[in-house]
T-cell receptor, first 118, second 112 residues
Framework: EPEVTQTPSHQVTQMGQEVILRCVPI?????FYWYRQILGQKVEFLVS????????KSEIFDDQFSVERPDGSNFTLKIRSTKLEDSAMYFC????????????????FGAGSRLTVL | DQQVKQNSPSLSVQEGRISILNCDYT??????FLWYKKYPAEGPTFLIS?????DKNEDGRFTVFLNKSAKHLSLHIVPSQPGDSAVYFC???????????FGDGTTLTVKP
């Protein structure tokens, strides 16, 4: 079954450093998302990406964050200057399709990249 | 403003019994509701969904009920199995391609 692949699985960085998290979405999917989950908290939406541009972003997704799809396959999340509170599990997801029984959009998530900022 | 709430952080049931996980929402613009299951060290995986025009959707052992007037949905798992032990997230979206808003999750433990 097709998978969303994320790298690295775990990254430790110093506060103020730049971090790039990488994702390879499922090849024929068109919508891509980044979510994050701070330990023990809910999964929070960061940004959605469609047709090579941001379609929606949350208030968490400030100027320190950026996304791009540089080569048509990888989908990256960059944090320019990491803060302690950026420590979280970051999930990439792509839109699998719409359920016939509900019309709901079903996201396929990657296993996540754990970011630890020291 | 927490638009999707799962008030029970954890639930423990005996194998073979019914598990009922609850979710409340505040945004009346939500039209699509989904349940995801998450195991440790994995991303959430889709379980079942329902749209606001229905009040019930069933898929095998899993049934989702929606009470739109109460802004409440629930996931029933029957019979529960030890492999169902995971964190269950309720999620809602206003459009079928828009962002999903997740609840805090409920950790289900099914005891053999």
């Amino acid at each position: 079954e097709p998978e969303v692949t994320q790298t690295p699985s775990h990254q430790v960085t110093q506060m103020g450093q730049e971090v790039i998290l990488r994702c390879v979405p499922i090849s024929n999917h068109l919508y891509f998302y980044w979510y994050r989950q701070i330990l023990g908290q809910k999964v929070e939406f960061l940004v959605s990406f469609y047709n090579n541009e941001i379609s929606e972003k949350s208030e968490i997704f400030d100027d320190q964050f950026s996304v791009e799809r540089p080569d048509g396959s990888n989908f990256t999340l960059k944090i320019r200057s990491t803060k302690l509170e950026d420590s979280a599990m970051y999930f990439c997801a792509s839109l699998s399709g719409f359920r016939a029984d509900s019309g709901a959009n079903v996201l396929t998530f990657g296993a996540g990249s754990r970011l630890t900022v020291l | 403003d927490q638009q999707v709430k799962q008030n029970s952080p954890s639930l423990s049931v005996q194998e073979g019994r019914i598990s009922i996980l609850n979710c409340d929402y505040t945004n009346s613009m939500f039209d699509y509701f989904l349940w995801y299951k998450k195991y440790p060290a994995e991303g959430p995986t889709f379980l079942i969904s329902i749209s606001s025009i229905k009040d019930k959707n069933e898929d095998g052992r899993f049934t989702v009920f929606l009470n739109k007037s109460a802004k409440h949905l629930s996931l029933h798992i029957v019979p529960s199995q030890p492999g169902d032990s995971a964190v269950y997230f309720c999620a809602a979206s206003a459009t079928n391609a828009g962002k999903s808003t997740f609840g805090d999750g409920t950790t289900l433990t099914v005891k053999p």
